[in-house]
């Protein structure tokens, strides 16, 4: 094995690598947006994932351990530990949270390198984030291991999935998420891809049903001194919350999936992944916003989103 690079040999990084480890979970989200790439795809081999880590270390001081679930992988301490002796400063751990619940696993993560995690959390009580999740019991672990992770003195980002289950509990989601102590938040509107797109008429909500909820939300944590924000959602639905949408604040990242490598997201999403409609090109955000994923404007149209103008002389934005 060659030997790690140290960091003065390497050019100023910036951005970060999003590498998944595998798609094997011991969840089975009505929202996955993986799909069928649990039965597809095993474990990506750990040499693979060291070769890739390697080559991006260079470019980016950043990691993200995501899958499918990394924490099913019995060697992720191990390839957490590899990441930090490459001289990665930020290791995220992307989780579905249920194995934080076991102190000791957790403070093995930990003492490999990982500097933060990101566990997610769809419900605000046991019934609705199981139900969600197809897990009996993950809303009781993954709130423990959150317990945990602000025990130890984590910090800690969460991720909650706007669904058609659980948009009118978003404040209520929140207030939980701030009561557990988590440093940030995030409410990410449901990509309706994989499970997501199959199941669509039961998941996808309306966006602007859900819009007044998501800021609601959103100000809890705000009032709180948090950070929140919400991604996917144009910011024609969020006035007086348009700092929160997240696509903002994402880093440059490249991302490894199964089928295909995406060396930059915010390209990705711009190109490929979402859409802008019509009449965008006369919002004030159109230089900024993205539009919505795809799928969404492809089965709801366009009328939800009305572009936000310039205040005439004594009148009003729009």
């Not at 390697?54 to 990441?83: I, S, Y």
């Not at 969600?132 to 991720?159: D, E, P, S, Y």
């Not at 795809?294 to 149209?301: K, L």
Request: charged residues 25%; glycine residues 8%; proline residues 7%.
């Amino acid at each position: 094995m060659p030997p790690a690079p140290t960091t003065a040999a390497l050019a100023p990084p910036s951005g970060r690598v999003d590498l998944k480890v595998g798609f094997a979970c011991n969840n089975r989200c009505v929202f996955c947006v993986q799909g069928t790439k649990r039965e597809r795809f095993g474990a990506r081999p750990v040499e693979e994932l060291r070769d890739i880590l390697r080559r991006e270390r260079p470019r980016v001081d950043a990691v993200v351990f995501t899958g499918g679930e990394p924490t099913v992988r019995r060697d992720l301490a191990e390839l957490v530990a590899f990441a930090r002796d490459l001289g990665y400063r930020t290791i995220q751990i992307q989780t579905n949270g249920r194995m934080l619940a076991h102190r000791a696993y957790l403070e093995r993560l930990v003492a490999a390198g990982a500097t933060e995690f990101s566990p997610a959390l769809h419900g605000h009580v046991a019934a609705l984030h199981d139900h969600l999740t197809g897990a009996r019991g993950a809303f009781a672990q993954t709130v423990t291991g959150i317990r945990h992770l602000k025990a130890m003195g984590r910090f800690v980002l969460t991720n909650t999935v706007v669904t058609r289950s659980n948009y009118r509990h978003l404040p209520e989601i929140a207030r939980l998420l701030v009561s557990l102590g988590v440093d940030q938040f995030q409410l990410a509107f449901v990509h309706p891809v994989g499970t997501a797109f199959t199941l669509f008429d039961s998941v996808v909500p309306r966006m602007e049903l859900a819009a007044p909820y998501l800021m609601a939300g959103l100000k809890v944590g705000l009032d709180a001194g948090r950070r929140a924000y919400t991604e996917a959602v144009p910011a024609c639905l969020l006035p007086g919350y348009e700092a929160c949408v997240a696509e903002k604040h994402i880093p440059r990242t490249a991302i490894y999936d199964a089928e295909a490598t995406i060396a930059d997201y915010t390209a990705y999403r711009r190109d490929e992944g979402k859409l802008k409609g019509p009449d965008c090109g006369a919002c004030l955000h159109d230089a900024e916003c993205e539009g919505p994923w795809r799928e969404y404007p492809e089965r709801y149209g366009w009328t939800e989103f009305v572009p936000i103008r310039a205040p005439a002389a004594g009148g009003g934005a729009r």
